[in-house]
């Protein structure tokens, strides 16, 4: 480490070596991003989205609710790689950390929910009576 | 370089509005048939013969939204898979490039125009 000066401060570090890694995980979840939205793009087109009982079967469909946390994976991890370069560009000095931060936040408490959600729908008793769950 | 900043504007449209809205949606048919109806009265077409002013707005905002969204994901496909052409060494040549930006945007408008079409010819 040097004097403090911005040069000095990373000299002799090397690169991070993760751009590589980042570059090739934004290609894949975009392969997976090209399937699965396009399956849910095809869904909504298809569906009767005012009928919440039609919107409830096709989510409890088994192959559905799969497709679905895929699909909520592979976005939430793509959007998290876009989103941090956009930050990296334009987010500079201590305001980047936390930005980064709120960004990861973000990204796995939405993909999280996202899952749990999907689970929740898919795993509901069918006929819920009053009182029973 | 347009073709660049459209697709970084509409992925980050995709990957904040896009992404939250969906959450909403799935939230609301978690909850049950009067919350995923409280959701389609809020964005899409409130029922009610005494609709209040605050949905009057967010059925329109809602609309134009949803539009939106429609042109970010085209664009964003697109211009994406055109990325993913570049990726491999091709298209760079002058002519070749300028077309297929083009192309990107003008496909990117036109199933946009295509979807919203087709959706509007199911509702009529």
């Known amino acids: 480490m040097g004097d403090g000066s911005h040069l000095g401060k990373v000299r002799g570090l090397g690169s991070s070596g993760h751009g590589s890694q980042h570059w090739l995980q934004q290609r894949l979840t975009a392969l997976g991003n090209i399937l ?95 009182g029973g769950m | ?44 077409h409130d029922p009610s013969p005494e609709i209040t002013l605050f949905h009057q707005i967010t059925n329109i905002l809602g609309k134009v939204v949803l539009i939106g969204l429609t042109w970010a994901f085209f664009q964003h496909l697109f211009s994406g898979l055109r990325h993913l052409v570049l990726d491999t060494g091709a298209g760079y040549e002058l002519k070749t490039n300028k077309l297929w930006s083009t192309v990107v945007i003008a496909a990117g408008v036109f199933a946009t125009a295509a979807t919203w079409l087709y959706i509007m010819a199911g509702a009529l």
């Open chain 1, 36 to 130: 699965l939205v396009g399956f849910l793009f095809v869904s909504l087109i298809r569906l009767p989205l005012g009928d919440h009982g039609a919107v409830l079967r096709w989510a409890t469909n088994p192959m559905v609710a799969l497709a679905l946390i895929l699909m909520v994976v592979s976005v939430f991890w793509h959007l998290r790689l876009g989103l941090q370069v956009l930050i990296e560009d334009y987010v500079h000095g201590p305001m980047r950390l936390l930005a980064l931060v709120l960004l990861n936040f973000y990204a796995i408490g939405g993909a999280a929910y996202g899952i749990f959600t999907i689970a929740r729908i898919a795993l509901a008793p069918v006929v819920a009576g009053p």
């Open chain 2, 1 to 44: 370089m347009a073709v660049s900043i459209l697709h970084r504007a509409s992925g980050d449209g995709l990957a904040i509005v896009g992404a939250c809205l969906f959450l909403w949606w799935l939230g609301a048919i978690a909850t049950g048939p009067e919350a995923y109806a409280a959701f389609v009265a809020c964005i899409w």
